[in-house]
Each structure stands twice: as structure tokens, then as C-alpha cells.
Nanobody, 114 residues
Framework: VQLQASGGGLVQAGGSLRLSCAAP????????MGWYRQVPGKQRDLVAA???????NYADFVKGRFTISRDNAKNTVYLQMNSLKFDDTAVYYC?????????WGQGTQVTVSS
């Protein structure tokens, strides 16, 4: 299963980025979609998730700054990241979770310069 994440890059602190992740329709249609992040030597942490019905959940460290959304017509989930901080630097992974299993994208690097 291919989840294609994109949109990472280098940004100054206080700036914004938008991540995108496209999934096969057969997976996306019934999946809770999520974004996780990981820095070297640490566990992969949930950043935000959105259910099929549009319910959202955010980690405390991004509340008020990040917004997750999904476009069901495009089988794509987005993560709008505003007011980025140095500590947001990480590899961001897209995740799809449904009755068939748990699927991951390849990760996209986000680097925030202070």
C-alpha cells in the first residue's frame, strides 16, 4: 500500500508548511488518517488524526497551531502547520488505520530553523 506524503521542507521559525498525503481510495475511504512525527532516537508520536466522519484529535504540543483535514474526493489528508517552532523539526509520517490494518507512508522531513 502506497501512502504518498509530500510538502516537507526547510522553514524559519514562525513560518508555515502544509503536508499532503494521498492514499489509495480502497484504504482511504474507511480509514482514520493521521500524521505522526519522529526524531532520531525517539519514539514516533501522534501529531493529529481525523476520522472518516471528520472528527479530529491533536497532540497537546500542536493544538492551536496545526490543523488536519481530509478531502474525501481526492483521497488526501492534509496537515496545515502554522507558527512552526524549532522543536517541530522531525520526519513526519502519514498513517491510515482501518479494519484491514495500519499503513504508513515514507515520511517527509520538516526542518525548522531558529
Amino acid at each position: 500500500v502506497q501512502l504518498q506524503a509530500s510538502g516537507g521542507g526547510l522553514v524559519q521559525a514562525g513560518g508555515s508548511l502544509r503536508l499532503s498525503c494521498a492514499a489509495p481510495g480502497s484504504i482511504f475511504r474507511f480509514a482514520t488518517m493521521g500524521w505522526y512525527r519522529q526524531v532520531p532516537g525517539k519514539q514516533r508520536d501522534l501529531v493529529a488524526a481525523i476520522t472518516v466522519g471528520g472528527g479530529t484529535n491533536y497532540a497537546d504540543f500542536v493544538k492551536g497551531r496545526f490543523t488536519i483535514s481530509r478531502d474525501n474526493a481526492k483521497n488526501t489528508v492534509y496537515l496545515q502547520m502554522n507558527s512552526l517552532k524549532f522543536d517541530d523539526t522531525a520526519v513526519y509520517y502519514c498513517n491510515a488505520r482501518n479494519a484491514r490494518g495500519n499503513f504508513w507512508g515514507q515520511g517527509t522531513q520538516v526542518t525548522v530553523s531558529s
